[in-house]
């Protein structure tokens, strides 16, 4: 099979296209013929070797796929049905979905959701996955479109543009924040009613004005600091990604005068049961002119180079990988 291989040589991660078999060692109950993956941050990271996501060599990185069943040795899904891949460790310590086949458990795999193409299920990819998680703990905590106004946090990256259009499509009222001029008119596009920039979160004092009802925040750091300070009472925060800093230099002000709830989200570990929930839900609310607007579609050929453009903060939206 046709594959993307990260090896190390002389300590550095390097990566190329390669014609490979999958090990005998590789476990699995299911081989999935992979029609369609996406590059996310994680995945940027694994192939320019700018994370340690990746511990063991070769890998076949790529933390999602979508695709068609060649093989099953489990009763729950049979050869030709369609199904999406998202984490538990794939594309990081077991090969992933940058290749034309996977071998995978089959609890790993969520049947394709009606109403979704495995085209349109890799442009939601991770990303889609992990905001509707984000958005399902917003509602959980009380959120709703009439509490007032949510942020979103690195709004024109890939988890965050599709923040932006699903909260939109529930009726929120949506403000984006982002580091980039050039994707304001996107933004707005995609249904953010107002554009903050980044450059205000810098400096933040331990309690600030309120002005969130929630928050998604992709991109930690001093920007997960300033939104939990200007959170509604009761209001709540899901934190999701850490493209800024790991760090969260907070106080507990917001949480004990506030009432603040500040609420993790992962996609990677999810139970089976809320990922289905969550897919198909996003199969349902988001509009077709989210799938034409945020994605930039590539062939797999393109992925190594395209990781080193993620970290520089170049790209916009989801990045959809044609590898068939
Ligand atoms: P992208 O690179 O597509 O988006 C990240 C965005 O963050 C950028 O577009 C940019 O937005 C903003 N950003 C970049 N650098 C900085 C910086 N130094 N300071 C502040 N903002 C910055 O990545 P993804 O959307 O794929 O992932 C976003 C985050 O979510 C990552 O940290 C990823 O690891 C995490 N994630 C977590 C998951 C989970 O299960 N918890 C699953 C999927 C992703 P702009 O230019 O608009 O400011």
């Not at 069943?69 to 891949?85: K, P």
């Not at 949506?174 to 903050?196: F, K, M, N, P």
Request: proline share 5%; hydrophobic share 45%.
């Amino acid at each position: 099979m046709k594959a993307i291989v990260l090896e190390q040589v002389e300590g550095k991660t390097h990566a190329s296209v390669k014609q490979i078999e999958l090990p005998g060692g590789e476990s699995g109950d299911v081989l999935v013929d992979v029609d369609w993956s996406s590059l996310n941050y994680k995945d940027a990271l694994a192939i320019t070797g700018k994370g340690k996501i990746i511990r063991s060599f070769p890998m076949v990185p790529g933390i999602d796929f979508a695709g068609t069943v060649n093989r099953s040795d489990d009763a729950r899904f049979s050869v030709g049905q369609q199904v999406v891949l998202t984490g538990w460790g794939v594309g990081e310590n077991h090969w992933g979905g940058l290749a034309e086949q996977a071998q995978v458990k089959a609890g790993w795999l969520v049947p394709l959701p009606e109403g979704l193409t495995a085209r349109k299920a890799m442009i939601l990819g991770t990303a889609g996955l992990t905001e509707m998680l984000c958005v399902m703990a917003l509602e959980e905590a009380g959120v709703t479109p009439e509490s007032g106004e949510v942020v979103v946090t690195g709004a024109s990256g890939g988890v965050g543009s599709t923040a932006v259009a699903l909260l939109h499509a529930l009726g929120y009222e949506v403000a984006a924040v982002t580091g980039r001029e050039s994707t304001h008119d996107y933004l707005l596009q995609l249904g953010a009613s107002r554009i903050v920039p980044r450059s205000d979160f810098a400096e933040t004092r331990p309690l600030e004005k309120q002005i969130w009802a929630g928050a998604v925040d992709t991109v930690g750091g001093p920007v997960l600091a300033k939104l939990l300070a200007q959170t509604n009472y009761s209001g709540c925060v899901a934190a999701c990604g850490l493209a800024g800093s790991f760090e969260l230099p907070t106080t507990v002000m917001p949480f004990i005068l506030r009432n603040v709830r500040l609420q993790g989200v992962d996609s990677v570990s999810a139970p089976l049961a809320r990922r289905t929930l969550a897919w198909q839900r996003l199969a349902k609310i988001l509009p077709e002119s989210f799938y034409a607007s945020a994605c930039t579609e590539i062939p797999l050929e393109d992925a190594p180079q395209v990781a080193e453009a993620f970290l520089r903060n170049e790209i916009q939206g989801r990045t959809l990988v044609k590898v068939r």
